[in-house]
């Protein structure tokens, strides 16, 4: 029988674009006892992401990928039009990896009713500050996107990257408060060989600018060994990062220690922290953090 003309099949892996199609084989390995892993994506894949759906697969049975670049959580002065979409060499890494199963809505597709009219998913606290700061909307944008993709697939294990520390915990929180039975995996950082996070917004970097960029987290390791041993004066720490930052040539967007469960500003008394930096580096924001407990 012919496959609908909106379903692929690479090799052991389908890709889907509408949400019939997703719940029906979803619920075909459901039925098959299957666990069910999720993998949420925008695409433009690198080994980061990868490192995430091969775990996935070590944890479950079948791995279910999205990709979809989300206007809903991008600023109007962002880079949503620009934003690289490789899907043909996206398939292909997601199949080497394991994935089960590729969805790759349409914007039509997950807002039917347009964004205007959608309603919003809004996880207080940890969203506010930092990239919350830095982009108005940008977390509402996300955990509305999330809790759309989590009731479509309802996974039994969902695996996120450590890099977007506070998307993370925002995360974390949404099924934590909404009391979904779904289990948040974060997984470590994958990083190039001179230290720097790998990324999808890497590619804008010139080739003088890639040189540069691991100094973001050369400063937060730096503020990381301070507080290990026993600094606490945390606005000195800050204050000199900023201009080291400044100094190779970054321009810092923010540079905080925070608590790594609340995300609100460290006190002296907290032992597990989080350092966590954006700056931007030409036209590319980068950012990155280092998670930490003290004696």
């Known amino acids: 029988r012919q496959l609908p003309c909106s379903r692929t099949r690479i090799l052991g892996m389908n890709t889907v674009k509408t949400v019939r199609e997703l719940r029906a084989a979803v619920a075909r390995a459901r039925s098959e006892g299957k666990r069910i892993a999720l993998v949420p994506t925008m695409g433009n894949l690198h080994s980061g992401h990868t490192a995430l759906v091969t775990k996935a697969a070590q944890r479950a049975d079948f791995v279910v990928a999205?990709?979809?670049?989300?206007?809903?959580?991008?600023?109007?002065?962002?880079?949503?039009?620009?934003?690289?979409?490789?899907?043909?060499?996206?398939?292909?890494?997601?199949?080497?990896a394991g994935c089960h199963l590729l969805f790759t809505p349409t914007v039509d597709e997950m807002y039917p009713h347009g964004m205007a009219d959608q309603t919003i998913v809004r996880v207080p606290v940890v969203s506010e500050g930092l990239c919350g700061g830095s982009r108005p909307g940008h977390f509402d944008g996300v955990s509305t996107v999330v809790s759309k993709l989590f009731n479509m697939v309802q996974p039994d294990i969902a695996i996120f990257g450590q890099k977007d520390f506070q998307q993370l915990a925002v995360v974390s929180a949404l099924v934590r408060d909404l009391n979904m039975p779904i289990q948040i995996i974060?997984?470590?950082?994958?990083?190039?060989?001179?230290?720097?996070?790998?990324?999808s917004r890497n590619g804008y970097l010139t080739e003088a600018e890639r040189a540069t960029a691991p100094a973001l987290y050369r400063v937060i390791t730096h503020i990381g060994d301070a507080l290990r041993n026993g600094e606490q004066n945390h606005a000195q720490l800050l204050d000199d990062g900023k201009k080291a930052l400044e100094a190779a040539g970054l321009r810092p967007d923010y540079l905080e220690i925070r608590h790594a469960v609340t995300l609100r500003p460290a006190t002296p008394d907290d032992r597990d922290l989080v350092v966590l930096g954006a700056a931007f580096l030409g036209k590319t924001r980068l950012i990155d953090n280092l998670h930490l407990t003290t004696a």
């Open 66 to 96: 999205s990709i979809f670049v989300n206007p809903l959580q991008f600023g109007p002065n962002e880079d949503l039009a620009t934003y690289p979409r490789t899907l043909a060499a996206d398939q292909e890494k997601l199949l080497q």
């Open 186 to 199: 974060g997984e470590p950082t994958v990083r190039a060989a001179d230290g720097l996070a790998l990324s």
